[in-house]
């Protein structure tokens, strides 16, 4: 289990972020079902509008989502490159030095 102590500043904003997703997820499933009740008195361009703006929504996530867990990857990779480079290069000792 993860302490609300033990979290970061990204992980915090990843935490957010999927609780904010969530949130809109059901809020567009509430809009989908109070929708889908009288579609039968829909425009076609109302139908279209509706579509493109579902695609808007999913892409703006997705972008919020990318921009709060970029820095998290940065720091991973940033690790990953730091821990390959020390062992990679050995400590120096007395038998290295003469090498």
Same mark, same amino acid.
């Given at each position: 289990m993860v302490k609300l102590t033990d979290l970061s500043i990204e992980g915090a904003l990843l935490i957010f972020v999927i609780i904010l997703c969530c949130f809109l997820i059901n $809020? %567009? $499933?509430?809009?989908?079902?109070? %929708? %889908?009740?009288?579609? $039968?008195?829909?425009?076609?361009?109302?139908?279209?509008?509706?579509?493109?703006y579902m695609f808007v929504v999913t892409f703006a996530c997705r972008g919020v989502y990318v921009a709060v867990q970029t820095p998290f990857l940065n720091r991973q990779k940033k690790e990953l490159t730091e821990a390959y480079m020390e062992v990679l290069i050995p400590e120096p000792s007395p038998t290295n030095i003469r090498r």
């Open positions: $809020k %567009l $499933k509430q809009l989908y079902f109070f %929708l %889908l009740q009288n579609i $039968k008195d829909w425009e076609p361009m109302r139908i279209g509008t509706f579509v493109l």
